[in-house]
């Protein structure tokens, strides 16, 4: 997108909540300007990651664990809030991708089932697809890689896939899909939905009606590397065959949750999740979005890059094409080894369906500046 040069940038709104995150949390090394990849964890879940790990020592690992079963639960509970569920709902993982591998593995869906996907799918997503025996097919999007709603309920009317997949905000692209909307449409046509929330969760709304969520924790919600979530509404969830049938007292989506596991880390998840209440998901959403648009307007045409989203796309991400001759990858590695600013590189196989090249990936979160963004710029 085009944007003329406008003085000074836009100010991302609620800057207390951008102080309040930056004192909870250690001070970065330099510019920490890439959530999409990883957050930085505050002072709090890092204590109760490592007093978990202690009691585990001083209890034994199972007994730890048993005492913290009432702090999980509140975390199943607050987790499925987020995203219209009930705690019964809700299962932990490892990562995003652990949790597509789970529902897969348990859905059981006949070799060849149509699995509708954006063109710009993130590529693991297709390849665990694919390898489930699935057969990915394209939703129909507008030039950008929005879902194009029109079609959308064309295709459901028509040619009915038995799943619609659909990655709620790129990792490859800071562009938010209209997820309620798709939501609508395929629970009017019997068709279930899976949301990929990875990028999305704590980040933008995400309780959208959506049949099955998964998400990560390491990302917006800045909880601990290593934990991710599975959520399934009853109807999907009776569709699903465990391994082993799970305890007869526990809600039988449990059979899903991962025995052996970083609890400790889950412990931190919850702590996380915790703060970004305290926050206000609304103010915090505002805030990401206000820094996104500052970020674009910031960098947009900045020695030859160019902003891919709309400038008031509702994210905090942006990605920028280099100008010609300039490698991403060269780029990434300067800004952080010369000025300490942490960004992504991302190359076209991220996405291949979608991206024409590499672009350079640029994901604020609560705590970063103007000033961040401005010596960015300088540094590009
Ligand atoms: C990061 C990401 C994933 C994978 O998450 P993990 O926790 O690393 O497995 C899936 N989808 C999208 C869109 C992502 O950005």
């Known amino acids: 997108m085009t944007h003329a040069p406008t003085g000074p940038a836009v100010d991302p709104a609620h800057d207390d909540l951008g102080a309040a995150w930056r004192s909870a949390r250690p001070r970065p090394a330099g510019r920490h300007l890439d959530s999409a990849a990883c957050s930085r964890q505050s002072h709090r879940v890092l204590e109760a990651v490592a007093h978990h790990a202690r009691h585990e020592a001083e209890l034994g690992g199972y007994v730890a664990e048993a005492t913290a079963e009432h702090?999980?639960?509140?975390?199943?509970s607050v987790l499925g809030g987020l995203v219209g569920m009930a705690a019964a709902d809700v299962v932990f993982v490892e990562s995003a991708q652990a949790a597509l591998a789970a529902l897969l593995t348990g859905w059981r869906?006949?070799?060849?089932?149509?699995?509708?996907?954006?063109?710009?799918e993130y590529a693991p997503n297709t390849a665990l697809l694919r390898a489930a025996g699935l057969a990915p097919r394209p939703l129909p999007v507008d030039g950008l890689g929005r879902v194009d709603l029109d079609g959308l309920s064309r295709l459901l009317a028509s040619d009915?896939?038995?799943?619609?997949?659909?990655?709620?905000?790129?990792?490859?692209?800071?562009?938010?899909?209209?997820?309620?909307?798709?939501?609508?449409?395929?629970?009017?046509?019997?068709?279930?939905l899976v949301l990929d929330a990875a990028q999305s969760l704590g980040h933008v709304d995400t309780d959208v009606g959506a049949d099955v969520v998964y998400s990560t924790s390491r990302k917006w919600l800045a909880g601990p590397r290593g934990v991710g979530v599975l959520c399934v509404r009853p109807p999907v969830a009776g569709e699903l065959v465990p391994l082993l049938a799970g305890a007869a007292d526990l809600p039988p989506l449990r059979a899903f949750e991962s025995g052996e596991a970083h609890v400790a880390g889950r412990v931190g998840l919850v702590l996380a999740v915790g703060e970004h209440l305290a926050a206000g998901p609304e103010r915090v959403r505002a805030r990401l979005a206000g820094l996104g648009r500052a970020t674009r307007e910031v960098l947009e045409g900045v020695a030859g890059w160019r902003v891919v989203e709309p400038v008031d796309e509702p994210t905090a991400t942006t990605t920028l094409r280099p100008p010609e001759g300039v490698d991403v990858v060269t780029t990434r590695a300067r800004l952080l080894t010369e000025q300490g600013i942490v960004t992504t590189a991302i190359g076209r196989e991220r996405a291949p369906g979608e991206m024409t090249g590499p672009v350079l990936r640029v994901s604020p979160h609560l705590d970063a500046t103007v000033d961040d963004l401005e010596a960015l710029a300088t540094a590009l």
């Open 71 to 76: 702090l999980l639960q509140q975390g199943r």
């Open 109 to 120: 869906l006949p070799p060849g089932a149509a699995v509708a996907c954006l063109p710009g």
């Open 160 to 192: 009915p896939p038995r799943v619609v997949h659909l990655t709620h905000i790129g990792s490859h692209r800071g562009l938010v899909q209209p997820a309620a909307e798709v939501a609508a449409r395929c629970r009017a046509a019997g068709v279930p």
